[in-house]
């Protein structure tokens, strides 16, 4: 994809999560949500494991898993339908997308900037800490504008990128 265009992309899925932002404030029933919608509708297990094609001590597996974390996504989509439900699957972030790209390539400029002024520091041309915040800014942006493909490999923190040369 052209990186004039990920910006684009990358506000167009920030929209569509910030409808998603709501459901962060929903806590999860501690028996589980297939439990609580069984229960909910007045339906016991044997008749959920019949309508799931299962045991009905598979139902209270399968509630239990669910608890604990261990229940897969096609096991919960299937549930979901034998209750006449639907699955909603996502990942929501717990900021912005652009905020987090933003805030990686501020910790690159940072690791630059720190790296930079190291050597500096060693031949006595150490820069003022206002010099180095307004570096470390336009090293930023300087990220952002390439937003390089290792962007987010932590171990090339202090790797230069092809940005622009301010001289």
Known sequence: MQKRYRWLMLHQFDQTLSQ?????NLPSPSSGWIRAIRESLGMSAKQLA???GVSPPRITRLEADEA???VTLNTLRRSAEALDCVLVYGLVPRTSLEQMVKQQARKVAQAQVQYVSHSMQLEAQKLSEALLQQEVEAVTEDVLKAWPRNLWDEDDATRRYNTTDRG
């Open 50 to 52: 019949k309508r799931l």
């Open 68 to 70: 604990e974390g261990r």
């Open 20 to 24: 998603l932002k709501s459901l962060l």
